[in-house]
């Protein structure tokens, strides 16, 4: 798989034409409902302009997409909004170019400029890190075969996202290095291990 990046926090660009303003705003999401509250918030702060156009990309590999040319010609917001994110190789982010009319129409090529520059100048101010994709897993297992899971957790650098100390132990286990298949594989020695999810 490539690599993908996500954000570390908010940026915002700029991009003037023809009397127009286009203000762009990167921010990092974790899902699609997180998405939509961002955009409803940037569109009520600037609930004056003619378009809040948009493009996000969700998932381990950006598998979830969308754009929205909310009102423009059809193609020239959306599209090269969403195009900047996938030339940044961006993931779990939203863009949102709200556009300001200035009088003057931009025909269908100005358009595509203007959302993709602004799109270019958030990205450009924004500090992108490396998004690390993991492999989860739920397990269920008797308290007895502690010290063996221990050991395939410690040998495999996994993470132990939660941990509950019972009878039967039940953890939630992450690998950003093995596939949730071949986690299951090195479990495989546990006995009355049970997979939750």
């Not at 915002?12 to 899902?31: A, Q, T, W």
């Not at 378009?51 to 959306?78: F, M, Q, T, W, Y």
């Not at 900047?84 to 003057?104: C, D, E, K, M, P």
């Amino acid at each position: 798989m490539k690599d993908f990046f996500t954000v570390k926090s908010s940026s915002e660009g700029i991009y003037k034409e023809k009397g127009s303003k286009f203000l762009s705003f990167l921010r990092p999401v974790s899902s699609e409902e997180n998405a939509r509250d961002i955009l409803n918030e940037i569109a009520s702060l600037h609930h004056k302009s003619r378009h809040v156009c948009h493009a996000l990309r969700i998932g381990d590999g950006g598998e979830l997409e969308r754009a929205n040319d909310a009102g423009e010609p059809k193609g020239s917001a959306g599209a090269p909004i969403l195009n900047q994110l996938h030339s940044a190789q961006l993931t779990n982010v939203i863009l949102i170019v709200v556009r300001y009319f200035g009088g003057t129409k931009l025909g269908l090529g100005g358009l595509n400029k203007a959302y993709k520059l602004a799109a270019m100048d958030a990205i450009d101010h924004s500090v992108r890190i490396k998004y690390v994709a993991y492999s989860t897993l739920g397990i269920s297992f008797p308290y007895s075969e502690l010290g063996t899971v221990q050991r395939i957790i410690d040998q495999n650098n996994w993470k132990i996202d939660k941990a509950i100390y019972e009878e039967p132990c039940l953890f939630t286990v992450s690998s950003s290095e093995l596939t949730v298949i071949e986690m299951k594989t090195l479990l495989l020695p546990v006995s009355s291990l049970e997979i939750t999810k």
